[in-house]
C-alpha cells in the first residue's frame, strides 16, 4: 500500500510503499486481516479500523487502448 506522512517539518508530505502481511506493523499501521477471497484488508491506521478493497481503494490503471495492427500482407515466393 501507498502510504502519506504528515508534514512533520518544512517540506511536503512524503509518500512511500509498504508490503505487509496480517499481523505486521509499520509504525501507525497495522495489518489486522487479509482476505485474499473477498479481495480484502483490514487495518488499524493510526487507530482507525478500516476495510480496504483493490475496488475502492486500489490504484486505478489507465485505460490504455490497444492499438489496432492490420492483417500481414501476403508474402509471394518467385524461384
Not at 512533520?8 to 485474499?36: C, F, H, K, N, T
Not at 480484502?40 to 489507465?62: A, H, Q, S
Amino acid at each position: 500500500m501507498r502510504v502519506t506522512l504528515p508534514v512533520r517539518s518544512i517540506g511536503p508530505a512524503q509518500e512511500y510503499s509498504i508490503i505487509l502481511a496480517q499481523g505486521q506493523r509499520e509504525g501507525l499501521i497495522e495489518v489486522l486481516e487479509i482476505d485474499e477471497k473477498a479481495g480484502r484488508v483490514t487495518i488499524n491506521n493510526c487507530g482507525t479500523v478500516m476495510v480496504l478493497t483493490f475496488e475502492n481503494d486500489g490504484v486505478k490503471l489507465p485505460h490504455v487502448r490497444m492499438p489496432t495492427v492490420s492483417p500481414p500482407l501476403p508474402i509471394e515466393i518467385v524461384p
